[in-house]
């Protein structure tokens, strides 16, 4: 699936009682114009902070 045209596809995979069709337009609504869902940038945004407020805490 693509999520903006011209750009790489993006693998959306079915959970626990959710079917392909279900996946496919819970992450179209959550990408909001970018690749990777909402959910995902904040998580790596935080640990990019995270790290960067303690760079001895990471080998």
Avoid: I, K, Q
Avoid at 31 to 58: I, K
Wanted: hydrophobic share 45%; proline share 10%.
């Amino acid at each position: 699936m693509r999520v903006v045209p011209g750009v790489r596809p993006l693998a959306v995979h079915a959970g626990w009682r959710c079917g392909p069709e279900d996946a496919v337009e819970v992450v179209l609504a959550d990408a909001s114009g970018y690749r990777t869902p909402r959910a995902l940038r904040h998580a790596r945004r935080a640990a990019r902070d995270a790290r960067a407020a303690f760079p001895e805490a990471v080998p």
